[in-house]
């Protein structure tokens, strides 16, 4: 029978030889980056086994972690709300941030800079590229994104104005 130590122990040395593959299971099974980073649910995953006290011995530590993230997982898909737009909206949606990054116009912008701005927005770190997508596209409050991931609101509002500020520079860089 194994003792609380023993199974820290294991824990430990699991997580350490699997990480990189628990991510890659997450990633797996997530339909979009908005409903978490995958490092963010194996280390939200890893924090609550690591903090179990009293809790009973664990015989299978490979089975009982990925039963947990997928657990975790199921628990990320049911509280996402469905957001579907149709060509039109989405065009739409892309027009308004366009005219948001470049300023306001009275027509409309050319697919050419649409393109660049898809372009730049790729290029932007995970989360930053994540928080724009969540709150501009997909239609999230920071409040929905903050009980999803557990990121405070006001951690989400600077990255997102971090990420318009990033977007912004990237984008008089290819314009000059």
């Given at each position: 029978m194994t003792t609380g130590r023993e199974n820290d122990k294991q824990l430990t040395d699991f997580f350490t030889e699997e990480y990189q593959n628990l991510q890659g299971?997450?990633?797996?099974?997530?339909e979009s980056p908005v409903e978490g980073d995958a490092e963010d649910i194996v280390q939200e995953v890893a924090l609550k086994l690591f903090s179990r006290k009293n809790a009973s011995p664990i015989d299978d530590i490979a089975a009982f972690v990925y039963r947990s993230l997928r657990n975790?997982?199921?628990?990320?898909?049911?509280?996402k709300k469905t957001r579907k737009?149709?060509?039109?909206?989405?065009?739409?949606?892309?027009s308004e941030f366009t005219e948001r990054v470049y300023g306001p116009s009275g027509y409309y912008y050319p697919d050419q800079l649409k393109n660049k701005l898809k372009g730049a927005i790729a290029t932007l770190k995970p989360m930053y590229r994540d928080i724009i997508m969540a709150v501009d596209f997909e239609g999230y409050t920071y409040r929905e994104i903050s009980e999803?991931?557990?990121?405070?609101?006001?951690?989400?509002?600077?990255?997102?104005?971090?990420?318009?500020?990033?977007?912004a520079k990237k984008l008089e860089v290819n314009n000059v």
């Open positions: 299971y997450v990633r797996s099974r997530i975790k997982i199921i628990d990320v898909m049911r509280t737009y149709d060509a039109a909206e989405i065009e739409d949606i892309w999803q991931t557990g990121i405070a609101s006001g951690t989400l509002m600077s990255r997102r104005h971090r990420a318009l500020s990033v977007l």
